[in-house]
């Protein structure tokens, strides 16, 4: 069912409650006081935000940063990413050091049309993380309108993401998440082919919805990162002492006679004894020995990768390639990213997702060559996967 989006609504005038996804690394300054590291969720935001100004309402936003544990915690405010933002605005953004309650009734009642304000992150009050509905219903109490543009946090049912839609008269997405869900409701639902998807990272616990659900609509679905690792240990290779999930390895083993060849493991791999940028790595094919440990794809697998993308019609990527934040290990990484910059160029329609992933497009110089990057990883894989987000089935219905 399609839900009502910022063009169905009419902000003049009105309380716009604006869930955002500042979640933002936070870095310390010359002074030692606390500034924004990477902006890019901020810079997404922005289009929803300017939208209510532009058109007269108060923009009241609402964000979550960290994991303070349900209780105010000083290094995880957002004071810091207040500042930014009106940086980025070119005008005041009031800060309220309280997310609920009289006092910030009370400094929103004081508001001029077009203007905005940040209250301090929704996290600080354990009523947001157990989707409390006292909590709920004291958000909306700040709001004639809801707006949700947390992609990021939209797989999460909290109060701010969920629960405050029951307790307002109408609840529409932001731009960003407008786009997002296009973009991927491409992807899942009608991608063109031939489909290639790329996933890398840790654990194939967390993506295991996924893969089945990739498996069956990519025509190639490339696994890196040390999730690789549990799937080649399950097909009988030796992986050293790289991670791996014991208890996965018969469901890696099912799902790899379930692609029915789709699925593609790294051929060779760059191997050190530790994870240590002084480590000494090599390249390594097949079998890994014992006492060595994968830390990267090879250059064979690279080469295989750039071959399957080659031509793609639609490519998703989710998931480092290795241990992209060493730089020694980093090359298989960044290869794909450019291997999939190169394919967006040639006419693929990609999308990016999830926190590492867009880091090494960032730092390799791609991100503007990707057809969307999107905001959110395990909004992004639970989306792929078919699952419902809170955040989204929340929302009014169009």
Known sequence: MPKLTLDDIDVRGKRVLIRVDFNVPLDTSEDGSPSVGDDTRIRAALPTIRHVLDNDGKAILISHLGRPGGQPNPDLSL?????????????????????????????????????????????????????????????????????????????RAHASTNGVAKFVDTAAMGRLMESEIEALTKVRDRPDHPMVAILGGAKVSDKLGTIRALSETADHLLIGGAMSYTFLK????????????????????????ESNGKLVLPEDHVVAEEMDAEADASVVEGDIPETLMGMDIGPATVETCRDALEG?????????????????????????????????????FSVVGGGDSVSALGRAGFTDRISHVSTGGGAMLTFLEGEMLPGIDALSDA
């Open 79 to 155: 004071a810091a990413v207040a500042d930014h933002l009106g940086s980025l605005l070119d005008e005041r953004v009031r800060f309220s050091s309280n997310t609920v309650g009289e006092t910030v009734e009370e400094v929103i009642a004081g508001m001029n049309d077009g203007s905005v304000i940040l209250l301090e992150n929704t996290r600080f009050d354990p009523g947001e993380k157990s989707n409390d509905d006292e909590f709920a219903e004291a958000l909306a109490a700040l709001a004639d309108l809801y707006v949700n543009d947390a992609f990021g946090a939209a797989h």
């Open 234 to 257: 399950a097909l009988g290779h030796e992986v050293g002492t790289s991670l791996i999930e014991e208890d996965r390895l018969d469901t890696a083993e099912s799902l790899y006679e």
């Open 312 to 348: 793609a019609a639609t490519i998703v990527w989710n998931g480092p390639m290795g241990v992209f934040e060493i730089d020694q290990f980093a090359e298989g990484t960044t290869a794909i990213a450019e291997a999939v910059a190169d394919a967006t160029d040639e006419g693929a």
